[in-house]
């Protein structure tokens, strides 16, 4: 069902985005760190820059790897702390990340980014309060922690509160206007707003920002297929992607109340893959309820 998958993708969009620095001495948020009372070796630092660029491109095991020398070397250093915090966070591991966070709440130099990090994994937890306190924590603390404002966007998106949430995803553009995730996050709430062609600009800006942004492609579709553009929705869509994107699309035609069309799109995703046999066979079961329900439904 489209609900269980979008909230997936969201907050990897959220979570995962920008966890790293460019190098030694650089958070997740280009800014600065106060150096710890004593600096670190040459050597460690350098592992410590090749972890942050590697978490930065997506490679969280080999941002571990060398990780694992420089906390051998230096346990207590809140800046290899923290960015082994953020390659838990990145791998999928939040509760692991949110205690890790939260162990350098005393911690000066990384205190704001921590409450960040620690925002973004109690999200993931499902504890928006407290994902809450934590985010404003974060901004109150330092304002450019672009990461913070874009949770914060969605933690309002959950609560209906869109025009918040448009101020905060505003502010995460400003100060990172090439972060393809904040762009899809501001389309999605644009959708839920039903707002569909501002939401598809949203959702293009993101690809042509990052056209591996699996969400905001998907999302792109779900955006079609509100307005009835099922060709729209579904051009490009190919194997192992098709039978997604047909069962998400034909969720939405059912939602729409084009039934007809919607059975078709199940029946096409189980042809064409069987793992999404349980899925849309669920989909159609809803439908034919539906119509045993109401012969006519409305268009």
């Not at 060398?66 to 800046?79: I, K, Q, T």
């Not at 942004?213 to 869509?237: I, K, P």
């Not at 078709?264 to 045993?292: H, I, Q, T, V, W």
Request: charged share 20%.
């Amino acid at each position: 069902m489209i609900w269980r998958w979008r909230f997936s993708w969201v907050w990897a969009a959220v979570i995962l985005a920008g966890c790293a620095g460019d190098g030694p001495g650089v958070n997740s948020d280009g800014a600065s760190l106060t150096p710890p009372t004593r600096a670190l070796a040459p050597s460690t630092a350098g592992d410590l820059a090749v972890a942050a660029r590697a978490l930065a491109a997506g490679r969280p095991g080999l941002a571990r790897s060398h990780l694992a020398r420089v906390l051998l070397a230096r346990p207590d250093d809140p800046r290899a702390r923290l960015v082994a915090a953020e390659v838990l966070l990145a791998q999928g591991a939040a509760r692991a990340a949110a205690s890790a966070f939260d162990a350098l709440a005393g911690a000066p130099e990384v205190a704001a980014r921590a409450d960040q990090g620690a925002g973004l994994a109690l999200i993931a937890l499902g504890d928006r309060p407290a994902a809450l306190r934590r985010l404003r924590q974060a901004v109150a603390a330092d304002a450019t922690l672009w990461r913070a404002w874009n949770g914060l966007g969605y933690y309002h998106d959950t609560q209906g509160a869109w025009g918040l949430a448009a101020d905060r995803y505003g502010r995460a553009l400003a100060l990172k206007p090439e972060a393809a995730v904040v762009h899809n996050n501001l389309g999605y709430s644009l959708l839920l707003q039903r707002r569909f062609a501002e939401a598809r600009l949203a959702f293009r800006r993101a690809l042509a920002l990052d056209g591996t942004l699996a969400a905001a492609r998907e999302n792109l579709r779900l955006a079609y297929a509100w307005q009835g553009r099922y060709g729209d929705a579904l051009a490009g869509a190919a194997r192992p992607d098709e039978a997604r994107a047909l069962n998400n699309v034909g969720f939405v035609a059912l939602m729409r109340g084009d039934l007809e069309r919607a059975s078709a799109f199940f029946l096409r995703a189980m042809e064409r893959d069987p793992r999404y046999n349980e899925a849309a066979s669920r989909n159609l079961a809803y439908l034919k309820g539906l119509r045993g329900a109401d012969p006519a439904p409305a268009p």
